[in-house]
């Protein structure tokens, strides 16, 4: 099968359901290759769940979704799973049982049983994948540290790492700097953008912090209740009146190196 890449991702009209609440409600969107989407809204807006349409895991009860060519749910798991392999994904928290004394280099390494499948053993190719994406990443000081025993930002690095050693054709994350502390916010924020401008892959970011959106997004979805309520360049979505009206309080924007960060006024939006 020949996975195109020219339009990355469709989200036609999908929703999704569980019992009596909705979580996203008639999303549309079109991911192209070289674009860098952020995903903006309130917690609980269904941001992590439109990812996991994203990348296959999630099924709409309502509407299509076309990743690299394909129509995810008419095809059959095999399918599927070679898509997901082919997507990399960094989550807010990947857990590792500290019981299983992972190293670094390991964790890296299992964005590689993706691609070269789980039962069979990473070869020479594999392994110089994975010591790329740890040069990438400047993590091989830390490679043969245990993962568990890492700083919060080193292990957000390594499940970047991980997704890059995948070879993704597109990088899907999900609030990559929240629960860092301010240092570790700002390097993320700076690598996510150089990494973005040396790979020739489409990116989707979710946050609800305007500033942790990376200078390079050059569009940006905002998302409320389930809805996309709009969807446009940065400099017309994080404005005050758009924001205020996302957030449902009084919002000031200040612009700053190229990127906008927003606090509140006081008081509720009209």
């Known amino acids: 099968m020949i996975f ?19 979580i996203l409600c008639d999303v549309s969107l079109t991911l192209q290759r070289g674009e860098f989407v952020c995903v903006l809204g309130p917690n609980g807006a269904g941001k992590s769940t439109m990812l996991s349409m994203m990348n ?30 082919r997507i990399g994904t960094v989550l807010q928290r990947s ?47 830390l490679a ?12 957000q690095k390594t499940q970047i790492a991980r997704a890059l050693a995948q070879h993704p054709r597109m990088l899907l994350l999900d609030e990559p700097a929240t629960g860092l502390d301010i240092d ?7 690598l996510v953008d150089s990494l973005f401008g040396s790979a020739d892959i489409p990116v989707v970011m979710t946050t ?18 389930g809805r996309v309520v709009f969807d446009d360049a940065p400099d017309a979505a994080l404005t005050a009146p758009v924001l205020s009206a996302l957030y449902g309080c009084r919002i000031e924007v200040i612009e700053r ?5 927003c606090h509140s006024a006081g008081g509720f939006a009209p």
């Open 4 to 22: 195109t890449t020219e339009t990355t991702a469709v989200l036609d009209v999908v929703s999704l359901r569980a019992g009596p609440t909705t």
């Open 56 to 85: 296959g895991t999630a099924r709409p009860t309502a509407g299509t979704v076309r990743l690299l060519g394909t129509s995810v749910w008419e095809t059959g798991e095999r399918v599927r799973a070679r898509l997901r392999a």
């Open 95 to 141: 857990e590792y049982n500290p019981q299983i004394p992972l190293t670094t280099r390991e964790v890296v390494a299992i964005g590689r049983a993706g691609p070269c499948g789980i039962l069979r053993a990473l070869d020479t190719q594999d392994w110089r994948r994975v010591d790329e994406a740890i040069d990438c990443l400047d993590l091989a000081p």
């Open 144 to 155: 043969g540290r245990v993962y568990h025993t890492l700083s919060g930002g080193e292990q």
């Open 184 to 190: 570790w916010q700002e390097r993320m924020i700076s």
């Open 208 to 225: 609800h912090h305007t500033g942790h959106i990376p200078p390079c997004c050059n569009r940006v979805v905002l998302l409320s209740r």
């Open 257 to 261: 190196n190229g990127r906008r960060h």
